[in-house]
C-alpha cells in the first residue's frame, strides 16, 4: 500500500454507531463490491416480488393460418431471458413456449418478419467508463431491454501444437449470425492458462479474438455478443421454421428498421405474456456470479420505473438521490456510472456503502439479500476486483454477539491480487 490507499468502515449493524473508521469518507473505486448498493436500492424501488413482462404478439390478420403481418417480441429489460440459471428461463423452454402460443394462435404460415421490440433501453447499452478490454467478454455484456442467453456466446479453441502456434477456433456456441470472429490468439506455454480477450463494439458484426490460450487448457472462453435482440430473433424465427412455421420475411429488431427509416412500431395482438423469476431470485445469482449484465439492467429498470430515462447517467443519479433523502448521504458520497463496479471511474465512500448496507438490515427482505452474498473467508460478503482495486462489502457477528456490518476497499496497491487479499482477511478476522 506504499502508493495506494485503504479504507475500512465498521459499524454496529443493529444501532448503526461507528465501531471503527479509517478513510471512511474518500472516494474510491469499489469494483463489484457497488452491486450491493444497487441491490438495496432495487430492494427498496422495486420489491423483491417485482417481475419483467416479455410479451409476443402480432400484426396485422390471420387469415387461413397465415399471418399477414409481423411477430413481434416486445422485451422490458429481463436480464435473465434465455439464461440457463433457472427452469424457466432457459431457451429451449422459451422458444418452444413462444412456438407452442403462435401455434396456438392458428398460425401456420408468417407472410411478415419476426422482430424484438428492443427500443426501451435504447440504444446506449455500455456505460460510460467501461474499457475497451472489456466489452468485448462476457463480463463486459452491455444492457438490453431484450437481453438473450445473458448475451455471451462460447468460443471453442483447440491450442496448437507448441507454445507460440497459433490455435483454432473451432466453433462458437451458440452459432452467432452474422457474425464474424477473427482469429489473433497463440498458443501459451503449460499452465499459462486462460489470456484470451474478444473486442468488440455494440452491434458490430466482427469479433477480434487476441492473447494467449494454455497449450494444456480445455475450456470455453466466453464473450459478449453484440446485439443480443437481433440474435434473439433469429434463433426464433430458426426455431419456429423447425417447427414448420415458416417466415418469408427476415429476423430483426426496432434499432435495425429504426436505423432503415421505420420509425414507428405499431401495436401488437398479444398472444403470450412471460414474466421472468422475482427480482429475489435474480439478485441472488447477481451477487452470487457478480454478474454486470443483470446489475446494469436492474439499474436502467430502476430509473424507467421512477419515470426517468433508460440512460445510464439517470439510473446511477437515481442511486445517489435516493441514499440521500433516505439516509441523508452526501450525494458527492455515490459518484458512480454504472450499477455493477465495473467502469474504474467509479467512487465511492466506504461510509456511504455501509450504511446503506446497515440499513439493509432492518427491511423484511434482507434475508433474500443476505443469502445472496457470496461467502468468502468464512464471512458473508460481496467481493469486487478490477486493475489493483480489492474490496469486501458485508455482515459478520463478533465473538461477542454483536451484529457487524462493514466496507473495506483497497485502491493501488502493488503486489499480487492473492497477497493482498491474504493482508486483508487477516484484518477482517479481528471482526470475528
Not at 268 to 295: G, H, M
Request: hydrophobic share 40%; with cysteine.
Amino acid at each position: 500500500m506504499k502508493y495506494g490507499v485503504s479504507s475500512l468502515c465498521v459499524l454496529n449493524a443493529e444501532t448503526g454507531e461507528v465501531l471503527f473508521s479509517k478513510n471512511e469518507e474518500m472516494g474510491l473505486a469499489p469494483a463489484s463490491t457497488l452491486k450491493t448498493v444497487t441491490s438495496v436500492t432495487a430492494f427498496n424501488l422495486l420489491g423483491g416480488d417485482f417481475k419483467w413482462e416479455t410479451s409476443l404478439g402480432y400484426t396485422g390478420t390471420i387469415t387461413n393460418g397465415v399471418l399477414n403481418g409481423d411477430l413481434i417480441l416486445r422485451g422490458s429489460g429481463d436480464p435473465a431471458l434465455g439464461s440457463s440459471r433457472y427452469e424457466q428461463t432457459k431457451s429451449d423452454i422459451l422458444l418452444s413456449r413462444w412456438l407452442n402460443a403462435v401455434r396456438k394462435a392458428g398460425i401456420t404460415k408468417i407472410q411478415g418478419r419476426v422482430i424484438t421490440d428492443d427500443r426501451l433501453f435504447g440504444t446506449a447499452n455500455i456505460p460510460l467508463g467501461w474499457i475497451w478490454q472489456d466489452i468485448g467478454n462476457y463480463y463486459g455484456a452491455g444492457a438490453s431491454s431484450c437481453t438473450w442467453q445473458e448475451n455471451q456466446f462460447g468460443l471453442a479453441i483447440r491450442p496448437g501444437s507448441k507454445p507460440g502456434a497459433p490455435v483454432a477456433i473451432e466453433r462458437t456456441n451458440p452459432e452467432i449470425d452474422g457474425l464474424k470472429v477473427v482469429n489473433e490468439v497463440s498458443t501459451g506455454s503449460p499452465g499459462s492458462g486462460d489470456n484470451v480477450y474478444a473486442f468488440s463494439s455494440p452491434y458490430t458484426d466482427v469479433v477480434y479474438v487476441r492473447g494467449s490460450y494454455g497449450i494444456d487448457l480445455r475450456k470455453t472462453v466466453m464473450a459478449s455478443v453484440p446485439d443480443p435482440a437481433f440474435q434473439l430473433a433469429s434463433d426464433l424465427r430458426n426455431k419456429l421454421a423447425g417447427g414448420g412455421v415458416i417466415t418469408s420475411g427476415v429476423a430483426t429488431s426496432f434499432r435495425k428498421l429504426n436505423l432503415a427509416g421505420e420509425l414507428a412500431m405499431p401495436e401488437a395482438t398479444v398472444i403470450d405474456q412471460y414474466y421472468s423469476p422475482e427480482l429475489s431470485r435474480i439478485i441472488y445469482w447477481l451477487n452470487q456470479k457478480s454478474l454486470n449484465l443483470y446489475a446494469e439492467n436492474i439499474l436502467k429498470t430502476m430509473a424507467v420505473k421512477q419515470v426517468r430515462s433508460a440512460d445510464f447517467a439517470d439510473g446511477a443519479d437515481l442511486i445517489a438521490d435516493y441514499w440521500m433523502k433516505r439516509l441523508g448521504v452526501d450525494r458527492r458520497a455515490i459518484d458512480i456510472l454504472d450499477g455493477s463496479g465495473l467502469s474504474p471511474e467509479n467512487r465511492i465512500t466506504t461510509l456511504a456503502m455501509t450504511r446503506i448496507l446497515q440499513s439493509a438490515g432492518k427491511e423484511k427482505w434482507f434475508s433474500s439479500f443476505y443469502e445472496s452474498l457470496p461467502l468468502y473467508n468464512n464471512m458473508k460478503m460481496k467481493s469486487g476486483s478490477i486493475r489493483n482495486v480489492l474490496a469486501y462489502a458485508g455482515y459478520q457477528k463478533s465473538a461477542d454477539g454483536t451484529p457487524l456490518v462493514f466496507t473495506f476497499i483497497t485502491n493501488h496497491y502493488n503486489g499480487s491480487t492473492s497477497s493482498i487479499k491474504q493482508k486483508m482477511f487477516r484484518v477482517l478476522d479481528v471482526l470475528k
